[in-house]
């Protein structure tokens, strides 16, 4: 399984972005894909989560409203589409795979970073 993260980049706050995870790897399109987000100096957070079957989603109180999580079956990539960033929305964003639920499921398989600097 490969898990390969794009899209991140500079920002004004108040600005959006766009990133992509593409996956690859059968077992992965059973379960859930997740965002998570580690800002310097503190832990790695959850931000968002869809079941690739379902296509239910889940979502951090802090990327609610703001954050839209989707998926395309046929490219095997899953989207985070970011508005209205603030700063402290600024962090390397991992994408992850892994098992349902969408809200606890284990983590099998991450992406690599994506750096998001948002400034004010």
């Known amino acids: 399984v490969q898990l390969q993260a794009s899209g991140g980049g500079s920002v004004q706050a108040g600005g959006s972005l766009r990133l992509s995870c593409a996956a690859s790897g059968r077992s992965v399109f059973t379960g859930a894909m997740r965002w998570f987000r580690q800002a310097p100096g503190k832990e790695r957070e959850f931000v968002a989560a869809?079941?690739?079957?379902?296509?239910?989603?889940y979502y951090a109180d802090s990327a609610k409203g703001r954050f839209t999580i989707s998926k395309d079956n046929a490219k095997n990539t899953v989207y985070l589409q970011m508005n209205s960033l603030k700063f402290e929305d600024t962090a390397v964003y991992y994408c992850?795979?892994?098992?349902?639920?969408?809200?606890?499921?284990?983590?099998?398989?991450w992406g690599q970073g994506t750096l998001v600097t948002v400034s004010s």
């Open positions: 869809i079941s690739w079957s379902l296509g239910s989603t």
């Open positions: 992850a795979a892994g098992p349902h639920p969408l809200s606890a499921g284990r983590n099998l398989y």
